[in-house]
């Protein structure tokens, strides 16, 4: 979808910018006019908007041509994504006082990297034992 950004308080220069935000994807319909989009985490603003104030992505000469990301592996029946690099790790305390590494992921053919429980990356060993011989 895209983002009307005309009262959008972003980390980017308006007058640089184009008037739509975005694409974005839908994470959950919250209410009949009301949705929850997937934006990028330096974003402090609410996920949720207005219907009003999407409308529907398609390409544009403007943003450029879409590429596919790279469609998942299956490996015992469940969907893996192939890790690129892992960049850098912290420390969480679990709801259940616990302590677990998190590892901020980049994955093969994807832009933005994620950040990423140990649990979820229990077929990448060998990129966690690259990433701490590193």
């Known amino acids: 979808m895209w983002l009307e950004g005309q009262n959008l308080n972003v980390p980017y220069n308006k007058k640089i910018m184009m008037k739509h935000k975005g694409p974005f994807s839908i994470t959950e319909k919250l209410f009949d006019m009301t949705y929850q989009l997937k934006l990028p985490k330096r974003w402090t603003i609410h996920d949720r908007f207005h219907a ?21 592996d ?22 259940k006082g616990q302590w677990q590494n998190e590892y901020q992921v980049l994955w093969k053919g994807y832009e933005e990297p994620t950040w990423e429980p140990s649990e979820n990356l229990e077929h990448s060993k060998e990129s966690i034992t690259d990433y701490w011989n590193y």
């Open 52 to 72: 009003v104030l999407l409308s529907p992505y398609e390409e544009t000469p403007t943003h450029g041509l879409n590429f596919p990301r790279p469609p998942p």
């Open 74 to 95: 299956l490996i015992d029946g469940e969907q893996e994504w192939e890790i690129e690099r892992i960049m850098k790790h912290c420390k969480i305390c679990t709801k």
